[in-house]
T-cell receptor, first 111, second 113 residues
Framework: DAKTTQPPSMDCAEGRAANLPCNHSTISGNEYVYWYRQIHSQGPQYIIH???NNETNEMASLIITEDRKSSTLILPHATLRDTAVYYC????????????FGTGTRLTVIP | DSGVTQTPKHLITATGQRVTLRCSPR?????VYWYQQSLDQGLQFLIQYYNGEERAKGNILERFSAQQFPDLHSELNLSSLELGDSALYFC????????????FGPGTRLLVL
């Protein structure tokens, strides 16, 4: 079930920040926002997740709006290796049995 | 490297045949998930096993079956293959039964001719 909306594609210049938006206006209070990416034909890779606070790790930052209806994944200094399809997934924190991958955003980092 | 291994990497077979795909989860992970990715369908969840028991089923055809063995490796069996079964098949694993953070293998590319 598609609970998220993402733009189909985006470009970003190498070295610049890539900001990938995601709309999840029907998110419930016990649902988290997870981000995965899939580099061409490789297995998807977990990036980051959050509930309502902003989160940062070595790969990216996640900004969630106060009403939790949207979020933005930020890759602070995009490299060519960040070219991938990025998936925003809304999922309950306990009891979920699988991930639903929508169509994602195809990010192309341009040299 | 996610720690999840899948064999074989590539498989070419004919319609009507049967194949077995194998997955070894990360050390310590009890759950294994299988996904299918075809060009027109995106990533589709097939089935989940947790510590040897089937836990959840997704869009898995009756011609497909899976199992998880006592050593926690898993096999996905695809039979009576059709052209439309050509796809990338990914295995993922997670700690316990939590599906949120999964570690994916490199996939098996199946081509049915």
């Amino acid at each position: 079930d598609a609970k998220t909306t993402q733009p189909p594609s985006m470009d970003c210049a190498e070295g610049r920040a890539a900001n990938l938006p995601c709309n999840h206006s029907t998110i419930s209070g016990n649902e988290y926002v997870y981000w995965y990416r899939q580099i061409h034909s490789q297995g998807p890779q977990y990036i980051i997740h959050g509930l309502k606070n902003n989160e940062t790790n070595e790969m990216a930052s996640l900004i969630i709006t106060e009403d939790r209806k949207s979020s933005t994944l930020i890759l602070p200094h995009a490299t060519l290796r960040d070219t991938a399809v990025y998936y925003c997934i809304v999922i309950i924190q306990t009891g979920a049995n699988n991930l639903f991958f929508g169509t994602g955003t195809r990010l192309t980092v341009i040299p | 490297d996610s720690g999840v291994t899948q064999t074989p990497k590539h498989l070419i077979t004919a319609t009507g045949q049967r194949v077995t795909l194998r997955c070894s989860p990360r050390s310590g992970d009890l759950s294994v998930y299988w996904y299918q990715q075809s060009l027109d369908q995106g990533l589709q969840f097939l089935i989940q096993y947790y510590n040897g028991e089937e836990r959840a089923k997704g869009n898995i055809l009756e011609r497909f079956s899976a199992q998880q063995f006592p050593d926690l490796h898993s096999e996905l069996n695809l039979s009576s293959l059709e052209l439309g079964d050509s796809a990338l098949y990914f295995c993922a694993s997670s700690v316990e039964g939590q599906a949120q953070t999964q570690y994916f293998g490199p996939g098996t590319r199946l081509l049915v001719l």
